[in-house]
């Protein structure tokens, strides 16, 4: 269940990542008294939500003491200084375990980090901790073989999504206001929906992925080449484009990374989208979606069209149900030597990973892949030369009981027959900007989201429009009831409420 309530704010971790950077900057807030704040909202809250699988508490405050000392020193400050981050464990840190939830993996820390943890690092951003993921992020949901399962801050009955399962419960709980996400097939998309988050899967190469998904050292955890994203979890648009600005640039190690300077990070929130043309598609012709979240969705896309002045049409890509290319086109990046390796030593545990290990898979079914991938593309091409945005649902349902790795039924339907979330990953094979933002709530409270998609690497565009819905439908004041009414940010009026 959800909270709204307008009293003064005393606890500075549930400030805005933003105001937390520019508080400390100005000498207003101190690093120690945000870090004691932030854990001790996660002693409060993980024994409930086990959103974390690595933790440093005493590190975590001696940095900020040294954080500290450079703001008093007059030294000069980052972006992120002082401001602590966690960091999803499929994404690689030399001094927290990256266990990337797999047996194999206990107890392994990698010798370097992934560039954007060297980037939060270099912009004085502090590491607060590993997030939990499902075993190599090959499922959408927090459950593996190695730690307790991640709960929802709005129903710990309920999953958060996956993989970046950890990340999603930690901001939208408190524990932090910004975290990396990674993005394979929706998986930052995904949680932020089910948890009533601001998550966007930047384009393709935006962010730098290395060592994760490009380092062969590292069997399992080196997959998912051509389709990862990596990218933010946070509360409000603003503090998303903060990340994006430190953590976002080429790097040469990523053969895929992009050049820098179409997109002003820290602007483009600020920048009025202008007058749009928008396609809005409930259910891409042939999904089978939740009615409750098909409810919402349209009126979100309707209400905030209406507001802004945008043109919205029903209109949707031609394509047909896509999950046997999404599974071919995962396999075809994954690792299956070293992943089948692990197998036969029974350190895989998750069946679905198991099955599409066991299946054989023939070279002409990856060729098959790639062309049909390319078709996908080709149409995703056609269609957005028509429209500056295409809205979808984000996920076919709400947020479905801990205990599984799916729903058990969409709309009525077991979810043996219908595809549970066709609308995030063929954004990832064309590699275009995409972002879930919060389109409301079920009858039951669980969070509910609209995913934005821009066309090729117009990340400046989608954020710039996912920051005007945000004023005309503001979501960041709405708290899980698990989070103290008395320390919460002052609220403005919304259309959720």
């Known amino acids: 269940m959800m909270q709204d309530t307008s009293s003064i704010p005393r606890d500075p971790s549930l400030l805005s ?32 939500l086990h959103a974390f699988c690595a933790l440093d508490p005493a590190r975590s405050l001696e940095q900020a003491h040294a954080a500290e000392r450079q703001v008093k020193a007059g030294e000069p400050l980052g972006l992120l200084h002082g401001v602590p981050v966690s960091v999803k464990d499929l994404i690689c840190t030399r001094d927290f375990p990256t266990v990337s939830g797999s047996k194999a993996y206990v107890g392994f820390t990698p010798e370097d980090d992934d560039v954007c943890v060297e980037r939060v ?3 004085g951003g502090i590491i607060l901790g590993k997030t939990n993921t499902p075993e190599f992020g090959y499922a959408g949901a927090g459950k593996n073989a190695v ?3 991640t709960a929802n801050p709005w129903d710990p009955a309920m999953t958060p999504g996956g993989s970046s399962a950890g990340s999603a419960a930690a901001v939208a709980a408190g524990m932090g206001s910004l975290t990396i996400g990674s993005d394979g097939g929706g998986s930052i998309r995904g ?37 990862e994203h990596l990218g933010p979890l946070t509360r409000t648009v603003e503090d998303a484009a903060l990340l994006l600005a430190v953590i976002a640039g080429p790097d040469a190690r990523d053969w895929h990374s992009l050049p820098a300077g179409d997109v002003d990070w820290l602007a483009a929130p600020r920048r009025d989208p202008g007058r749009l043309k928008v396609a809005y598609t409930p259910d891409f012709g042939f999904s089978v979606v939740d009615p409750e979240v098909r409810e919402l969705t ?20 031609a394509f047909e149900d896509m999950f046997d290319l999404f599974l071919s086109v995962i396999m075809r990046d994954s690792d299956l030597r070293g992943l089948r390796a692990l197998a036969e030593k029974g350190q895989i545990h998750l069946p679905g990973l198991l099955m599409m290990l066991e299946r054989e898979w023939s070279a002409q079914d990856f060729t098959d892949a790639a062309m049909q991938r390319q078709r996908v593309c080709n149409t995703l091409a056609a269609f957005m030369a028509e429209y500056d945005l295409l809205l979808t ?36 094979w ?63 009026s919304s259309q959720f409420s």
């Open 121 to 123: 690092r270099k912009a």
């Open 298 to 317: 349209a009126k979100a896309a309707g209400e905030a069209a209406e507001a802004l002045g945008w043109e919205l049409v029903e209109d949707t890509p």
């Open 430 to 492: 064309s590699g275009q900007p995409a972002a879930s933002v919060p389109a409301g709530f079920t009858r039951n409270g669980l969070p509910v989201g609209l995913q934005i998609v821009g066309r090729h690497l117009a990340d400046e565009t989608v954020l710039a429009a996912a920051a005007a819905y945000e004023r005309v439908r503001p979501w960041a004041h709405l708290w899980p009831e698990m989070v103290r009414a008395e320390s919460l940010p002052s609220a403005p």
């Open 147 to 149: 730690f307790a399962t």
């Open 191 to 227: 949680p932020a929906s089910y948890c009533g988050l601001f998550g966007m899967k930047p384009s393709f190469g935006r962010v730098p992925a290395w060592p994760g998904c490009r380092d062969p050292r590292y069997p399992g955890v080196s997959s998912w080449e051509s389709v």
């Open 393 to 428: 649902p984000t996920v076919s349902s709400p947020p479905f009981p801990l205990a599984h790795f799916n729903p058990d039924t969409v709309a009525g339907l077991p979810v043996e027959e219908v595809n549970p979330s066709p609308f995030t990953y063929p954004f990832n």
């Open 17 to 48: 990542a933003s105001e937390q950077a520019a508080r400390i900057r100005a000498g207003e807030l101190s690093p120690v008294t945000l870090m004691e704040a932030v854990l001790a909202r996660i002693a409060a809250s993980e024994p409930v």
